[in-house]
């Protein structure tokens, strides 16, 4: 992590816990774009597992894909 976050149970949705600067951990699925974000799911390797948006994420292997905005009516 960038900065030390609110991790969240559903993307978008209420802090169940919070994860300290530099935190590790894996991304589990897709993304999901929430309250204009993009929201990723994380296993950490340690505490609080949960939701995070991609701003505050550092990618230290792998790649990131964004995925393409929801059409409204959708």
Known sequence: LKSS????????GASQGT??????GTVIGSPSSQDGGVWWNI??????DGWLKE???????????????KKKGN
Do not use: M, N
């Not at 976050?5 to 978008?12: N, S």
């Not at 994860?19 to 590790?24: E, I, L, P, T």
């Open 55 to 69: 701003t505050y994420l550092s990618v230290t292997s792998g790649t990131v894909s964004t995925p393409a905005p």
């Open 43 to 48: 296993d950490f390797d340690s505490g609080t």
């Open 19 to 24: 994860q300290s600067k530099g935190a590790k």
């Open 5 to 12: 976050q609110e991790v969240r149970k559903t993307a978008g």
